[in-house]
């Protein structure tokens, strides 16, 4: 974690200040240190990513962090997720609409199959996920391409550890549909749109409940392991993101999935 990286934290909890203590860098990065909070919750920096999770999550979550910690090497390797990025990647960047001068967070990063092109579009980045084993992977890329514009943290999309309005632009695909009920899901819209900037630029896909899956497939259900998911009709995504966000458009080019482009009203 860069020092840099502290005015855009705030607690998960409180939403208040965190004050950073150091206890190992390396050059600029602390490697080891706490967050601590205003109401006394400290939050451990290991492996120099901050580890900001509330202490209270749904068993389904807690579920769902367990399976991607153990799967990362698998998803990392997914051939047809990284052949459809061909399409994908492109297309979430055109409804992102980034300027090189944005601050953006990527919410739900996995093990970073987009984050280093994002990263390439903006000034500064911020990449959550709840699985510490994905945002290692995505740590070791980063290095490896020398990417320094990308703070990793560890923190759930229902309860970011953001200032309000610290991000020009927020992108997030693929993870609203494994955030489990319409609670939750309404939780992360709204964490969501407070920490975009008024009138900031949303982009994010989730999975689609087509023709196919309505022959084929379940609504609603668990991938292997223990990873909820649920498709999305056109209209429950236009009304579950109607509630932080005005939805410009939703569009069904992404095979599976929709991708809606939103702004914060
Ligand atoms: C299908 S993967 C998509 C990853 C990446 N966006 C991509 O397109 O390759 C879903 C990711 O969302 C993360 N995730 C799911 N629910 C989350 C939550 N409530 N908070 C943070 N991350 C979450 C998972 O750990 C996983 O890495």
Request: charged residues 20%.
């Amino acid at each position: 974690m860069l020092p840099t990286f502290l005015p855009f934290l705030a607690s998960p909890e409180t939403g208040g200040p965190l004050t950073l203590t150091v206890r190992r860098r390396e050059g600029e990065e602390i490697i080891e240190g706490s967050l601590c909070d205003d109401a006394g919750q400290s939050y451990p920096i290991e492996q120099g990513i901050p580890r900001l999770l509330p202490r209270e999550m749904r068993d389904a979550q807690i579920s769902e962090i367990a399976a991607r910690d153990a799967q990362v090497v698998e998803y990392d390797k997914m051939a047809f997720l990284n052949w459809f990025g061909k399409v994908e990647i492109p297309l979430t960047r055109r409804a992102l609409g980034a300027l090189p001068t944005d601050k953006l967070l990527e919410a739900g990063c996995g093990t970073g199959r987009m984050s280093r092109i994002l990263a390439g579009g903006v000034q500064e980045m911020a990449a959550i996920d709840f699985s510490f084993e994905s945002l290692r992977v995505v740590q070791k890329k980063l290095r490896n391409a020398g990417i320094t514009n990308v703070h990793l943290a560890q923190a759930d999309l229902c309860c970011l550890p953001f200032a309000s309005s610290a991000f020009d632009r927020v992108v997030s695909c693929q993870v609203l549909e494994h955030v489990p009920g319409p609670e939750a899901r309404a939780a992360a819209v709204a964490s969501l749109a407070r920490v975009l900037k008024p009138s900031g630029t949303l982009a994010l896909s989730a999975y689609k409940h087509s023709l196919m899956t309505r022959a084929f497939g379940e609504k609603e259900g668990m991938h292997d392991g223990g990873i909820p998911f649920f498709r999305f009709t056109k209209s429950e995504l236009r009304e579950t993101l109607g509630a932080g966000f005005k939805v410009h458009s939703v569009t069904g080019a992404l095979v599976y999935l929709y991708l809606a482009q939103c702004t914060r009203s």
